[in-house]
């Protein structure tokens, strides 16, 4: 016989088994919640990779997430400059038949019109530029000279193509060309700082920043690319395309687009800082540009680098980083600087000898000068320094140039 207390334990334990007590359907209800938020969060995640969570949060939530996210960062990155063309193609092939070009119908050495374009030659003459008096023609074979254009007007970007000088005018920001034996040159565009021809086309930089290719008969421009606000410069061509590059603050980028702006801009070259890589310039589908010597902190090279190659070549060693290289088949010349004085040299890349081919007197910081290579002479031009010397010579027989005149 069982005891009237044991049957009375045992009845509260079999009404439990049938039915659930508030507390345990609280949790339960819960449960339910948490998994399927989870579940909504997962998909969204996986369906819209960038979601801001935060979104979900009340404002209050939200700023005060924020705040906790920015303070956990001991210290903020630093802002840096946005690239305007971040997710870009890049191009690092094309046939060597591309890069092919005659080179009597070169305008001027590129290296030339990226020193300033004040030196040329058409394989009978060399031509200069002396500012505030005009265009001068010298003759190798002579030496005899005479100015063929007269101007007060700071010239620049002179081109010699055919029967015709192009040249741009900085005062009026004008491109002109000038035919051989007149005087009164006609204006072909407006606006523009830079300059260069090849066979038919002109390729020009507008003060906007925009690269311009026209026809030399035609005139009519076609715009390639607009850099906006950034500056650009022209490093080079091939028959089909250009290469320029884009400053965004310390950051140079390298960009190329066909020259009919048919197709989409590519990056042709990975993202420098110009001050450590300068005096980028391209002839013939190889590149030279001065590269810091960052081992041992001091001076740089003139390295070559052929398009679309990870290999490049130290060519020599400078203690400057002045202007921009000129390669002339073999040779290439570069500025050097010592003891206050620029020292012109010339790298022989067959035989990779070094010569020293004229120097400039003492300059002084406020001392604008740059250098030219015109075919069998070369030069040094500034504010206090107007020389030339012969290939054949080198720096033993130097001429100076004052007033309007060439002497000894």
């Not at 659930?20 to 819209?48: D, E």
């Not at 802002?79 to 094309?94: C, M, N, Q």
């Not at 003492?362 to 000068?369: A, C, M, N, R, W």
Request: glycine share 6%.
């Amino acid at each position: 016989m069982k005891n009237i207390d044991d049957e009375m334990r045992v009845k509260p334990k079999e009404r439990k088994k049938g039915k659930m007590t508030f507390g345990k359907f609280i949790l339960l209800l819960i449960s339910l919640i948490v998994i399927a938020l989870a579940s909504f969060l997962i998909t969204i995640k996986i369906l819209v990779p960038d979601y801001d969570f935060t979104q979900l949060l009340p404002s209050g939530a939200v700023s005060v997430f924020k705040h906790e996210e920015e303070t956990t960062t001991e210290q903020p990155l630093q802002k840096t400059t946005v690239k305007a063309v971040p997710e870009i193609e890049t191009l690092d092939y094309l046939e060597y038949n591309e890069f092919k070009l005659d080179d009597s119908k070169k305008g001027n050495f590129l290296g030339n019109l990226l020193n300033g374009g004040k030196v040329g030659d058409d394989y009978n003459y060399i031509y200069h530029i002396a500012d505030g008096k005009g265009i001068y023609r010298f003759s190798p074979s002579t030496e005899n000279y005479s100015l063929i254009y007269k101007t007060d007007n700071i010239l620049s970007s002179m081109n010699l193509r055919g029967d015709y000088i192009y040249f741009v005018d900085e005062s009026s920001s004008k491109l002109k060309k000038l035919q051989k034996g007149t005087s009164k040159p006609k204006t072909i565009a407006e606006n523009v700082k830079f300059a260069y021809v090849y066979n038919n086309s002109v390729y020009y930089i507008t003060n906007d920043n925009s690269l311009c290719i026209m026809d030399v008969k035609e005139h009519i421009p076609t715009t390639l690319y607009n850099a906006a606000d950034n500056d650009l410069q022209l490093i080079g061509i091939s028959k089909k395309r250009v290469f320029f590059s884009v400053y965004y603050g310390s950051n140079l980028e390298f960009l190329t687009i066909d020259n009919e702006a048919k197709e989409k801009v590519c990056r042709f070259r990975e993202t420098t800082d110009y001050r450590q890589n300068t005096g980028f310039v391209m002839e013939n589908g190889y590149l030279y540009y001065i590269r810091r010597d960052t081992e041992s902190g001091e001076g740089h090279f003139i390295v070559r680098q052929k398009f679309g190659s990870e290999k490049n070549f130290e060519l020599a060693k400078t203690n400057c980083n002045i202007g921009y290289p000129i390669a002339d088949k073999n040779r290439l010349f570069y500025a050097d600087y010592k003891s206050d004085k620029l020292i012109l040299k010339e790298f022989n890349m067959n035989s990779k000898e070094t010569k020293t081919m004229l120097k400039s007197d003492k300059l002084s910081e406020t001392d604008g000068i740059s250098f030219y290579h015109g075919g069998e002479y070369d030069f040094i031009i500034g504010e206090k320094n107007y020389k030339a010397s012969s290939n054949l010579t080198s720096s033993t027989n130097v001429m100076k140039f004052s007033k309007g005149h060439w002497s000894y």
